[in-house]
Structure formats: C-alpha cells, structure tokens
C-alpha cells in the first residue's frame, strides 16, 4: 500500500528523546486530532536535531508520512522527512497544553488562546460551534429571519438596576439587555424573526451562572394562538440541538466524558402554584409573586428529576413578577420559563400586542411611558398576537457539555471582576 504523505502545521504540545528517536505531540487546526511526529537519526540527521532540541510550545510545520501500522498510543503517527521550525516562545507556557498537568480555570481564562491548544478546551468550543449552526438551522428550516438588532439603545427592555448606562454624545444610552423590543416591533412586519446576541446586564452576581456580557438566542412569531406555540417551538429547538451535538459532536462528548441524554419529550409544564406547593413541602417558604432563587429552582429540579424530567416549563406566573411587555390574565400572565436540572434556561411567552393594554401595563409597572414612544409606534399599525422567547446560549452549552461554571464555556468572560484579555 502507498504510503500517505501528510502536511501539518500546529504547536508542539510535548516532546521525548528515546536514545536516536525523537518524538513531538503536534495539535493543528481547530480539530481535536492529535499528532505524534516520529523523527529517526539515522533516516534524518537535519530533521532529529531540530526536533530533539523543540520546546514545548513551539509553532512547526511538519512534511512526512502516515505509516500502514501505526505504533503510536497517542495520536495519529506521522514519520517526518521535513521540519520547519516556525515560531518559538519566548517564556515558559503558563499551562500545560497536552491536558496532563490539570490547569486551574483562573489561569484558562487568563491564557484561553493556550489552552485551546488542550483537546479538551477545543472540545467544548466545538460543541458551542455546533450548537449555533444546529440553532440556525432550526430556525431558517422553519421560515425565520434572521435579524441583527442594536446594542446601544435609548430604552432598557427589563429596565431597573441592570442597565449599562452609557454617555452617547452627550445624551444617557444603555447597552442592550436583550432584543425583546425590536424584534416586537418587528412583529408589525415579519411573522417570524430570530436573533444569536449578546447580553448586557449590570447584575450584582458572582456566581457561576452569571456573567455580565453572556450570549443568548431570541425568537419571536406572530400570529399565535397562546404560549403554547412559543414553547412548543422552545422545546423543538432544544431537542434539535441536543440531537445534532450527539449526532455530531461524539468525539468531542467522549473527550469531555460526556454521555448526553435526550430530555424527556413533551417537556412538563409545571405550574408556579404546583411549583410552590413543591417547594413549601420540602421546605421552603416562598411567597406568591416571589421569583424563584437559584437554591429554589436546584431543589425544584431535583424534584422534576424524580419524576423523569430533566428539562421542564414553569407557566403561569403571577403578572406581578414578569416585565410589561408579556400579556395579563387576571392576577397571572401568559409568561413561561424553561429550566433544566434546576438551572433556568429560558424565559418567554404571550406579548401584549393592543396597544392600550400596553401602555396601561407600562404605567402600572412604573415606567414613563415616553421613554418607549418609539417602540410603542410599531403597535398603532396592525400588531397581530406575537410571542418569543430568550434563550441563555451559554448556559445551555453548559447542560450539554456538563461545565460547572459558565465561564468554561465562553472564551473571554465578563464578570464583575474580569475585564481583559
């Protein structure tokens, strides 16, 4: 059989001289493939002494061959005839790249262009790669447009405390919450429109589900009937990227030890009331219009756990506890959240889409109504019953790779501490 000639150009993650044979473990690309570069002295005096002497951490292009009988327990063997040696590192390298030696994830985060070089590391982008292409796929197979929306806004869409404000020329601008205004108005022209963006909230936390600047995937559709169209698309959404990242991603799930379960489909729909009556017989005390902390929503899944479901809706929330834009019934509203083993993922449900009731509930929520004319346009031409949801792309890359702290899953973090790299 022929011989397979291979180029690779990557970084030297380890290296060992055994007597006249040298060997490099080479990582290229974005690819989870290792290489084990075989050098002999005797085949290759020029090639051995370059490698013999490579320190770890340097950049290499290899010219050589893949032999039939590969000897190699690490990798894919490559019997090199050329090495150039391309950059080296001026300081030691702050972590090991080879995975051996475990890393902290203080130093990841402070090193994250290393550590990708760690086959774990890239698995886990890998996934979040394929988690957005499976995300839009979804979505343009079903008819949604996909919209861009801006990041610097004259309103906050929760509005409160959360809000970056920032000085625009002079007048007061916030960096964007979510899209939860545009894409209603956008309502007033396209029936289906989604969004992957990122958030920007001045929340208070240091825990390890928040960030300040996370990433998240909206949807919105017109012409719907009740929530439960939103959340039937939510759930069909999540059960499709779970499927693809099982289907596609078995490499990098193996390399995180990671064997991914489908949720239980129909997911439960939970109501608050039925929430509250869980959580009252296991021991906690939460009032009505309270919003569920993360002690409560842990215990919560513990109990949708026992019951077959990993991921499940919380509906009928009071009207008290959820943002203007969702519409009332009575003392309840037409708002939803999804959680998964006890971390929420989502939230959503009806809008209020008549134009009155719209602005009554920006009154009675204390808000100036002037400060959301501009959105409250797009509702006197014909705004039709619409509906969304906003979904924690981080966090769900989180549920699927098994991280305990969101910022495993994201490459630069913004926390209340972090502000470089």
Excluded at 80 to 106: C, F, H, K, Q, W
Aim: glycine share 8%; with cysteine.
């Amino acid at each position: 059989m022929a011989e397979k000639w291979i180029e690779v150009s990557g970084w030297v993650n380890a290296t060992r001289v055994v007597g006249r044979i040298a060997f490099l473990e080479v990582i290229d690309g974005s690819e989870l493939t290792v290489y084990t570069v075989v050098v002999k002295r005797d085949e290759n005096p020029q090639a051995w002494e370059l490698a013999a002497r490579a320190k770890v951490g340097s950049a290499v292009s290899v010219k050589g061959f893949v032999p039939d009988k590969q000897i190699s327990k690490r990798g894919i063997e490559v019997r090199a005839r050329e090495i150039t040696l391309v950059a080296e590192p001026v300081d030691y390298l702050p972590l090991d790249p080879s995975g051996r030696t475990p890393a902290l994830l203080e130093t990841v985060m402070e090193h994250r262009y290393v550590a990708l070089r760690m086959p774990r590391q890239r698995a886990l982008f890998r996934i979040r790669a394929l988690a957005v292409k499976a995300i839009r796929e979804f979505f343009e197979e079903r008819g949604f447009l996909e919209v861009h929306t801006p990041k610097i806004c004259g309103a906050g869409a929760e509005g409160g405390a959360t809000l970056f404000r920032i000085d625009y020329f002079g007048r007061e601008a916030y960096l964007a919450q979510s899209p939860q205004l545009y894409k209603q108005m956008l309502m007033c022209g396209v029936s289906k429109v989604y969004e992957i963006t990122p958030y920007f909230r001045a929340e208070p936390f240091s825990t390890s589900r928040h960030l300040n600047e996370s990433w998240g995937v909206d949807a919105e559709m017109a012409f719907i009937s009740g929530p439960e169209d939103v959340m039937r698309t939510l759930e069909g959404l999540v059960l499709h990227v779970f499927e693809k990242i099982r289907s596609s991603a078995r490499a990098e799930l193996n390399e995180l030890g990671v064997e991914l379960k489908m949720p239980r489909a129909p997911f439960k729909r939970l109501s608050y009331s039925e929430a509250l009556e869980i959580l009252k017989s296991r021991g906690f005390d939460v009032k009505w219009g309270q919003d569920l902390g993360s002690d409560e929503e842990r215990v919560l899944g513990e109990a949708m756990r026992e019951e077959g479901y990993d991921a499940y809706f919380i509906v009928e929330y009071p009207w008290e506890a959820k943002p203007f834009y969702i519409m009332r019934r009575g003392d309840l509203s037409e708002a939803f959240d999804l959680d998964y083993r006890g971390l929420e993922l989502a939230s959503g449900g009806q809008r209020e889409h008549r134009y009155d009731k719209l602005v009554e509930n920006i009154r009675l929520k204390g808000l100036n109504v002037d400060s959301f004319s501009f959105y409250l346009e797009a509702f006197k031409y014909g705004m039709p019953p619409h509906g969304g949801f906003g979904l924690g792309l981080d966090r769900l890359i989180m549920v699927i790779t098994g991280a305990q702290n969101i910022r495993e899953v994201v490459l630069f973090p913004r926390d209340r501490q972090r502000l470089v790299p």
